[in-house]
């Protein structure tokens, strides 16, 4: 079982930063592979970016590419989303994810394989 509890969402104008965090609880963090999704008012949940186990993988949407940063600190059992940047259109409400993967270093866009959710942090940026 693992607990994930997001933080560091906010309100930011348009060209700004945020870095969110997601802490998660349980001794097997480093067997999972962890995502951030977004869900927009009346839109579908979609990945935005994921990292492996040990970190050595990721995986950035087009929509992040180039302006996102996904890393994890596995002996502080968090992972991170830099988001510089930032458009009215990153706002949503940001999720963090596990996907229980202890024997692969790779990294899954799918929500339905990711095991445990947390309670998403809102991001409101402003034009």
């Known amino acids: 079982q693992v607990q994930l509890v997001e933080s560091g969402g906010g309100l930011v104008q348009a060209g700004g930063s945020l870095r969110l965090s997601c802490a998660a609880s349980g001794p097997t963090f480093s067997m999972y592979a962890m995502g951030w999704f977004r869900q927009a008012p009346g839109k579908e949940r979609e990945v935005v970016a994921a990292?492996?186990?040990?970190?050595?993988?990721?995986y950035y949407a087009d929509s992040a590419k180039g302006r996102f940063t996904i890393s994890r600190d596995n002996a502080k059992k968090t992972v991170y989303l830099q988001m510089n940047s930032l458009k009215p259109e990153d706002t949503a409400v940001y999720y963090c994810?596990?996907?229980?993967?202890?024997?692969?270093?790779?990294?899954?866009?799918?929500?339905?394989?990711?095991?445990?959710w947390g309670q998403g942090t809102q991001v409101t940026v402003s034009s």
């Open positions: 990292v492996s186990r040990s970190g050595g993988n990721t």
């Open positions: 994810a596990a996907d229980f993967r202890p024997l692969r270093e790779s990294v899954s866009m799918v929500l339905g394989e990711y095991d445990f």
